[in-house]
């Protein structure tokens, strides 16, 4: 069900993958951000005829954009693997050349695609327009001035909304157990406090004994000794004959620990990567 990532309208909500994703989990922002960089990395060659170019229109749309080659190549690709699809702004600025003669320079700028709307005359299937919100003002482009670049989605959203497919759709759930995860690790060790109590096996524990039987005063008095995080691992002893009671983690508590290379496991395939790139060590399809 599309129901935990889409808005009102039936359309995905790019700004809630991107928010639960690459904004809050460890394991999406490592994976997006390092195919994103490494494309950034990669040279781009231009030939005509055979001929490697070092000017021209198209060379300087790549390589003499307002945006470095590598920044325009990390923001497109971050957009891409997030959200599925890419919004670039045509823009033709005009100059004038040595020899003062008025010519026109291309430059890309790529759009929040959360912040992007297709209008879409559906008698026809035809774009309107984009709708863009730059964060101020509202601004209005013709189908002409956007490049729209989009994974596949063959759903019926894909075919009424003219939106590409996010690969943290297919990884939702990966992606939610992965945050929940880390969630529970940080509870863990937040709340983990002592690892156990030693108390009288015949008298108090020396709480009761210095607040009476006033119970919220004693649970107050108990989370403040013992949910420290500096209490980590560490024992609680009170005035009495000596009992040893071992408060921690369960069985559950291990498992939820051991899930963290699955949900990393599960979310590297989405993006066709070997977990080993994300220090997952005991992966060994790919280690012979």
């Not at 995080?229 to 620990?257: C, E, H, Q, V």
């Amino acid at each position: 069900m599309l129901g935990d990532y889409v808005n009102y309208s039936g359309i995905k909500d790019d700004a809630k993958l991107i928010d639960e994703g690459f904004i809050t989990s460890a394991d999406v922002y490592s994976i997006v951000s390092f195919i994103a960089m490494k494309s950034g990395d990669l040279p781009i060659d231009i030939f005509t005829d055979g001929e490697i170019q070092t000017e021209g229109n198209i060379f300087d749309v790549i390589y003499n954009n307002e945006l470095t080659k590598e920044e325009l190549l990390n923001r497109l690709n971050t957009f891409q693997g997030l959200t599925g699809d890419n919004f670039i702004l045509k823009t033709e600025v005009p100059q004038f050349d040595a020899n003062m003669n008025r010519v026109s320079k291309m430059i890309l700028e790529p759009l929040y695609p959360q912040n992007v709307f297709i209008n879409i005359d559906y008698s026809s299937g035809a774009i309107k327009n984009y709708e863009y919100n730059d964060g101020y003002k509202i601004k209005k482009y013709e189908p002409e001035e956007i490049i729209h670049v989009k994974y596949f989605d063959p759903s019926i959203n894909g075919l009424t909304d003219l939106r590409g497919l996010s690969p943290l759709q297919a990884g939702y759930m990966a992606m939610i157990a992965s945050n929940n995860r880390s969630h529970a690790n940080a509870s863990m060790l937040k709340n983990g406090g002592v690892k156990g109590i030693l108390t009288g096996e015949t008298g108090g524990d020396g709480l009761s004994h210095a607040l009476g039987d006033n119970i919220e005063k004693i649970q107050e008095e108990l989370n403040k000794r013992l949910g420290q995080t500096g209490n980590f691992n560490s024992i609680y002893a009170t005035k009495s004959s000596y009992k040893y009671t071992p408060i921690g983690m369960n069985a559950n508590d291990l498992k939820i620990i051991e899930s963290q290379a699955i949900n990393l496991r599960e979310l590297c395939n989405i993006f066709h990567l070997p977990s080993q790139l994300f220090n997952d060590s005991a992966n060994k399809m790919y280690n012979n």
